[in-house]
């Protein structure tokens, strides 16, 4: 039985700098593995969809434009997604990963989380065509 | 005594109510018995002290079929037992086989309320875990049930607790939870207690139910893996592991002996993380602080680890169907070996004060005390269970994935209190860290996956592993397609709650945090229980009533 079993932990502390940081100034580097967001690239990609697939939070939507001209568009819910990198484990050409750069999320409304991966021009007319309904069920 | 003898010795055991015989596994016994031999059948393997019952599996055949069955797992070593009974879908009624063995109570309500198999014979009556007004002869696991019902259900999701007041001269009833700042997770517990003493124990759970088990009947093998992951943020791990390794047995697939290594080096870290975040949350419990705060930062250490080894800080997601996705290489290998050298240099000062501070010796020592025939009796598990010196172990009893090439040795304790339960835990991560020494040293070369089908073959499994907190019990059934028929999972504090309730009647109200936090509950992964002690009829006042009360007695 003794009394102050931890008063050296305590008094060692004293010599030592602050473990908290001064987030966002002060930034913790992330590891190599680090699963951030999803990042995707349309020209490796053949638009196979197994990632789509396998996503256990319907997080991917892929929308093939045109096929053979590689022209796709990955629509990424940030805010659905779990990290756990089985669509990146899927896909045999490595046309996505998750990102050790790129993890920080917060934002004022929840439109914010929805990110579109693909040449500007796809995005673009994706989106008018989303926004004609007869379109409709291309983006489903 | 072999696997083979011991399922032989089952066999013989069962003869007399034996209907038909089948080996799904090599391990596995499966005795189809009649509903109205089960008492005597159960009775018969537990007087003969064959094994434990490890959880009861309620399953529903299909609406053609017209049947349901409920099926009672007994676990000796690596071998399994199942008492199969069959049952109408209509007026389903099985004896009940609590009086014999305890634990079975929160089985039972579990089979009853999800599949609507009546157990004669069971003390209580109210809810587990739905609502007070769920409609009756409604039942949320059967085939037949639809999300879309659910969604329309009028349910109030108001629970009728029992409420807080004097009930006598000196006794109160002090209600604890279901949000309430003591406690991490929702709950519900009421203590009567005779000025400071606890005379009645009373539990609710069931508030972070989410209907996991009928998710999974909708969704793919690979989309599943990742709800189990879920299931519980501490040990999600070992979640992923033990339904993997199921699916795996149902496919045939050998793991590489390189991935399975990889497991056991990431159950083991995990177990780390899980007993320091235990031992800062009793600390804390105990008012030690400074224990507290110390411990979590030592946690730091194995969570940056998994962090770089997997990517993920809590849920790793490091399992695969047929493997793993992490490779160890030189860098993570050199990076774990350093953490462990500072872990166990503060592990074993740990160890140190938890066994000489006298202030925190005051709160454990002599405290929830179970000796070992109780902890038989109550059917605990994992370190609540050794520190009671009862030798329950999966990794030991039955080993399994690298658990056979990296043995772990057993860990037990005799006192049974709460400082044994600190005692066990620590000297256990002792062990789990020479054990990840010798699989760095030793790694397998190979490959990480193995290929698996995307349509599991038809068949059912038991994959047992031990959580940190015990045995996790997951039985999988396949009928040959792409989504699993029924996964039933039983999680370790299911059967250690007994514990807490037994242990905190004649204590004072002050250790009753402590034996809560002693046993290391983990309230959302088994969110299914109510147990009641009370044998004394009190009023109970609704929260309508109560309401009523305050604004009558404020407009006084």
Redesign the interface.
């Known amino acids: 039985?003794?009394?102050g079993?931890?008063f050296t932990?305590?008094l060692a502390s004293f010599f030592k700098k602050n473990?908290t940081q001064l987030y966002p100034f002060e930034k913790n580097p992330t590891?190599?593995?680090?699963?951030g967001n999803l990042y995707y690239d349309p020209a490796k990609c053949t638009g196979c969809c197994l990632c789509v697939?396998?996503?256990?939070?319907k997080a991917i939507e892929l929308v093939t434009i045109d096929r053979a001209a590689k022209r796709f568009v990955l629509k990424y819910h940030m805010d659905r997604c779990?990290?756990?990198?089985?669509c990146a484990?899927n896909c045999r050409f490595k046309c996505m990963g998750?990102s050790?750069k790129d993890w920080e999320h917060a934002a004022l409304n929840k439109e914010e989380f929805l990110v579109y991966y693909g040449k500007e021009e796809d995005v673009r007319e994706m989106l008018e065509n989303i926004s004609k309904p007869p379109a409709e069920s291309e983006h489903k | 005594m072999s696997t083979e003898q011991k399922l032989q010795t089952a066999e013989q055991l069962l003869a007399p109510w034996n209907k038909e015989t089948i080996r799904p596994e090599e391990n596995r016994l499966d005795v189809v018995i009649q509903p109205e031999a089960l008492h005597e059948a159960a009775s018969a393997l537990h007087e003969a002290k064959w094994g434990y019952l490890s959880a009861i599996t309620g399953m529903d055949m299909g609406v053609e079929a017209g049947q349901l069955e409920a099926l009672y797992h007994f676990c000796n070593g690596p071998a399994i037992t199942s008492l199969r009974v069959r049952l109408p879908r209509a007026g389903a009624v099985v004896p009940t086989i609590a009086d014999i063995i305890p634990p079975a109570t929160f089985f039972e309500r579990e089979i009853k309320e999800m599949f609507g198999i009546k157990v004669d014979g069971l003390a209580v009556t109210d809810h587990l875990f739905l609502p007070e007004d769920w409609p009756p002869d409604v039942y949320p696991q059967r085939v037949d049930f639809t999300i879309e019902q659910a969604k329309a259900m009028e349910v109030s999701h108001a629970d009728q607790m029992p409420e807080p007041g004097r009930v006598g001269e000196n006794t109160f009833v002090v209600p604890i939870g279901p949000q309430h700042p003591a406690l991490k997770e929702p709950g519900h517990f009421s203590f009567t207690v005779d000025g400071e003493i606890v005379t009645a124990a009373k539990m609710r759970l069931g508030y972070a139910h989410r209907g996991i088990e009928k998710a999974t009947e909708s969704r793919s093998w690979v989309e599943n893996l990742y709800l189990f992951e879920r299931v519980c943020g501490i040990c999600s791990h070992t979640h992923a592991m033990a339904f993997s390794m199921g699916v795996e047995q149902l496919a045939k697939v050998e793991v590489p002996a390189r991935a399975q290594a990889i497991r056991e080096l990431v159950a083991g870290l995990e177990r780390v993380h899980s007993h320091l975040l235990w031992l800062g949350v009793t600390a804390h419990e105990a008012g030690f602080d400074t224990l507290f705060m110390y411990s979590w930062r030592d946690r730091e250490t194995v969570m940056n680890l998994l962090e770089q080894i997997t990517g993920n800080r809590v849920n790793y997601s490091a399992n695969v169907l047929g493997g793993v996705k992490c490779e160890i290489g030189d860098e993570q290998s050199k990076a774990i070996k350093e953490g462990l050298t500072y872990l166990e240099t503060r592990i074993r000062h740990y160890l140190e004060v938890v066994t000489t501070d006298a202030m925190f010796l005051n709160r454990t020592r002599g405290i929830g005390t179970i000796t070992a025939p109780e902890a038989e009796r109550f059917g605990l598990l994992g370190p609540t269970a050794r520190a009671s010196g009862v030798a329950r172990d999966v990794r030991i009893e039955a080993p399994y994935g690298a658990y056979v090439r990296y043995p772990v040795s057993l860990v037990t304790e005799t006192n049974g209190d709460l400082e044994a339960r600190c005692v066990v835990r620590l000297k256990e991560l002792l062990v789990s860290c020479f054990a990840m020494r010798s699989i760095l040293d030793n790694m397998p070369e190979g490959p990480l996956t193995a290929r698996m089908p995307r349509k599991i073959p038809a068949g059912e499994t038991v994959a047992r592993v031990e959580a940190p907190r015990g045995e996790l019990f997951y039985y999988i059934k396949s009928n040959g397609g792409e989504i699993p028929v029924r996964v039933h999972v039983r999680t370790p504090s299911l059967c250690n709650w007994v514990s807490v309730l037994e242990k905190a009647v004649g204590r004072q109200l002050a250790d009753v945090p402590m034996l809560i936090a002693g046993m290391d509950p983990c309230f959302s992964c088994n969110d299914r229980v109510v147990t009641v002690e009370d044998s004394r009829t009190s009023e109970n006042w609704s929260w309508k009533r109560l309401r009523e009360y305050g604004i009558e007695y404020y407009s006084r």
Do not use: A, H, W
């Not at chain 1, 697939?53 to 939070?57: A, L, W």
């Open positions: 039985m003794k009394f079993t931890m932990d305590i473990s590891p190599e593995r680090f699963r697939k396998d996503c256990p939070s779990v990290y756990c990198g089985q484990l998750m050790n």
